[in-house]
């Protein structure tokens, strides 16, 4: 059974830090690109990073240099470290998995909520 499952996220302080991970089952995880995305109610799940399965990274623009992607293939894993968090960065947070233009997967996602 294919399954991507986000786990890590939660209420944090302004300022604080979180590590999201997703971990797959199911799939061959090295082949396949990881991303996180988030969604807010009324607006349109976006780009928070992509991690490549060789490696290559690539932020959205509003998180550059406060969120880091990585992935450990052995464990088929993909993390999301998000540090200098914001009230603005509440959202639900996806894990994903793409194999070219014709294969998408989803996981269920995982609550982000930044406040005091």
């Given amino acids: 059974q294919v399954q991507l499952v986000e786990s890590g996220g939660g209420l944090i302080q302004p300022g604080g830090s979180l590590r999201l991970s997703c971990g797959a089952s199911g799939i061959i ?34 998180f550059k240099g406060r969120f880091t992607i990585s ?17 603005e960065d509440t959202a639900v947070y996806y894990c994903n998995a793409q194999r070219g233009t014709d294969l998408s997967l989803w996981g269920q996602g995982t609550q982000v909520t930044v406040s005091s």
């Fill in 71 to 87: 992935r450990d293939n052995a464990q088929d894993t993909v993390y999301l470290q998000m540090n200098s968090l914001k009230p």
């Fill in 29 to 62: 995880f090295g082949i396949f690109s990881m991303g996180w995305y988030r969604q807010v109610p009324g607006k349109q799940r976006e780009l928070v990073a992509i991690i490549t399965t060789t490696g290559s990274t690539k932020y959205g623009d509003s």
